[in-house]
């Protein structure tokens, strides 16, 4: 059964501070791999999609990367602003089946 | 493209009522998901359907959860009864068939179970 954990599950950094948030899972078959926000109150926004024949996806300041066969994922976020607050929510697509298994989220805070 | 549209926003019940909730995915997106998140954790699949068949229920409590997908298109939700711990965020989301092009996901419905 695949677990995903995210580490830390919560982080505070003062504006423009560059910051990795982590994602480790136990089953390396993976089809994608997929990285969400998430405001208070608010559904999902999906930030970057990885397959799982690529090594990093980027969009403006977030860059996010896969390695595969250790079981790991990386959200990089540039230059860090205050409206970057929000959980980030990790979430593999395995080979057995469409669904989305998720991490339990890091939840960021950065001050101005 | 317009998105995955959930009803309601936010629903307050007893424990013991029946609740339901409604998903209407973006056009043409084959495979729809119900997802439960409590406050805290990440979400968890309850149900996703392919066009109107189940694929994925293991995770539903059937006892007291039922959905359905009429017609391959919208999709309800039903807890009967609810219980306290049912408190929670439910989400859908939607995806092509095959899930190349990621998965879009609704606001969700927050429930309150008092």
């Known amino acids: 059964k695949q677990e995903v954990t995210q580490i830390p599950a919560a982080l505070s950094v003062p504006e423009g501070e560059n910051l990795v948030l982590n994602c480790s899972f136990t089953d390396s078959a993976i089809y994608n791999l997929q990285w969400f926000r998430q405001d208070p109150g608010k559904g999902l926004t999906s930030l970057l999609l990885i397959q799982s024949s690529q090594r990093e996806q980027t969009s403006g300041r977030l860059n996010a990367s896969l390695d595969k066969s250790s079981g790991r994922s990386t959200l990089y976020i540039a230059a860090s602003q205050p409206g970057d607050s929000a959980t980030y929510l990790c979430a593999v697509n395995d080979n057995a089946g469409n669904m989305l298994t998720f991490g339990g989220g890091t939840r960021l805070m950065v001050k101005p | 493209e317009a998105g995955v549209a959930q009803s309601p926003r936010y629903k307050i019940i007893e424990k013991r009522q029946s609740v339901a909730f409604w998903c209407n995915p973006i056009?043409?997106?084959?495979?729809l998901y119900w997802y439960q998140q409590i406050l805290g954790q990440g979400p968890k699949l309850l149900i996703q359907f392919q066009n109107n068949g189940v694929v994925d229920d293991s995770q539903l409590p059937k006892d007291r959860f039922s959905a359905e997908r009429l017609k391959g298109v919208d999709s309800t939700l039903k807890i009967q009864p609810a219980k306290l711990e049912d408190s929670a965020v439910y989400l859908c989301a939607s995806s092509l068939q095959g899930s190349d092009y990621g998965y879009t996901f609704g606001s969700g419905t927050r429930l309150t179970v008092v």
């Open positions: 056009s043409g997106h084959a495979t």
